[in-house]
């Protein structure tokens, strides 16, 4: 069975930090893209970030770059995403994802159906 369970959520001010962390468990993640989608109330889900994990590359929205950095670690099957300098237009339940049949090394990794397995979403809210 596949588990996907995220952490680290909660409330801060604009202007500060948070880092979310994804476990993963019953699933090969060596060659998998895993990343980080978002959906703040009334909007659609939209992906954040992505990262291979064979290699590490990465891929993020334009709306995060330069304040949010995906990393993994694959001793630990975890996936992290530290957000700096955060903005109250970042307020959103932020979701865990991977799937090794994403072509992660393509715009595939914003495509919502693309992944089979989610986390159950934390809270991120940031305040003005």
């Known amino acids: 069975q596949v588990r996907v369970v995220e952490s680290g959520g909660g409330s801060v001010q604009a202007g500060g930090s948070l880092r979310l962390s994804c476990v993963v468990s019953?699933?090969?993640?060596?060659?998998?893209?895993m990343g980080w989608f978002r959906q703040a109330q009334g909007e659609e889900r939209e992906g954040v970030a992505s990262?291979?994990?064979?290699?590490?590359?990465?891929y993020y929205a334009d709306s995060v770059k330069g304040r949010f950095t995906i990393s993994r670690d694959t001793a630990k099957n975890t996936v992290y995403l530290e957000m700096n300098n955060l903005k109250p237009e970042d307020t959103a339940v932020y979701y865990c994802?991977?799937?090794?049949?994403?072509?992660?090394?393509?715009?595939?990794?914003?495509?919502?159906?693309?992944?089979?397995?989610w986390g159950q979403g934390t809270q991120v809210t940031v305040s003005s």
């Open positions: 994802v991977i799937d090794s049949r994403v072509n992660c090394l393509t715009s595939d990794w914003r495509r919502t159906n693309g992944y089979g397995y």
């Open positions: 019953g699933y090969n993640v060596s060659r998998s893209c």
């Open positions: 990262v291979y994990v064979g290699n590490g590359l990465s």
